[in-house]
């Protein structure tokens, strides 16, 4: 079976992406997601970043925490953002990647953060991306999810390559369903503005969801 949208952005998509949204990120220096879970960071966590580009907000999580020991990974699909971040932040761990296979142990990670990237995932990979994120994150520990967030599936056309969409949902629920997950706070905010959106096209939010022990709920 071909994965169509992962190929695409791995062979040139994910690039373009990044040579289109580097600057603003670079020149962010206030961001409302990771504020949202940055005080459940711990010294000594192990954080992982899908979707990560350039590795911009987990250079800003590490300077919210300065004192801290923690141990920073990020993927992304673009070869070109991880050159760059690799560059400009020699303290983060950066590599090509997608999240249907995360070259990392099981319960490696005590923070997973999906970053505005399910909603251009095939609909083939959907549930091994939420199999695999499950897998390296460790009991007790933080799952955030940065996407669009619609009271319905919405497929959209991705308006910079003919062919790729754009897959609309609310995707804290495909974890919350199982009672192994408990959703600890959400911000919710659109892809334009800082405050949410009447439009369902627009909404945005961020889910900070709590892994919990098996011990305690069986």
């Keep these: 079976m071909t994965h169509k949208q992962k190929e695409i952005f791995i062979a040139k998509e994910g690039d373009q992406w990044f040579k289109r949204n580097n600057a603003v990120d670079s020149n962010n ?8 879970f940055v005080s459940l ?5 192990k954080i992982l970043e899908i979707g990560t580009s350039s590795g911009t907000k987990l250079d800003y999580l590490s300077r919210k925490h300065s004192s801290f ?5 990020g993927i992304d699909p673009s070869s070109e953002s991880v050159k760059k ?6 303290n ?3 590599k090509q990647g997608t999240s249907d296979q995360i070259d990392f142990g099981d319960q490696y990670f005590d923070v997973v953060i999906l970053g505005f990237c399910l909603y251009l995932v095939d609909r083939e990979l959907i549930f091994k991306t939420v199999s695999e994120v499950d897998r390296i994150l460790k009991q007790g520990g933080y799952l955030v999810i940065t996407d669009f967030e619609t009271p319905v599936p919405m497929k959209r056309i991705y308006k910079h390559i003919e062919g790729v969409f754009s897959y609309k949902n609310n995707y804290s629920k495909f974890f919350l369903g199982g009672g192994h997950y408990s959703l600890i706070n959400k911000v919710h905010f659109s892809h334009s503005t800082d405050i949410f959106h009447t439009d369902f096209d627009e909404r945005v939010s961020t889910s900070v969801l709590f892994k919990e022990q098996y011990s305690n709920i069986y």
């Excluded at 220096?29 to 949202?36: L, R």
């Excluded at 960071?41 to 966590?45: E, F, G």
């Excluded at 020991?69 to 990974?73: F, H, Q």
């Design 29 to 36: 220096n206030n961001f409302k997601d990771v504020d949202s």
């Design 41 to 45: 960071i711990k010294d000594k966590d």
């Design 69 to 73: 020991n923690l141990g920073l990974y």
């Design 85 to 90: 971040g690799s560059q400009q932040y020699p």
């Design 92 to 94: 983060l761990n950066l």
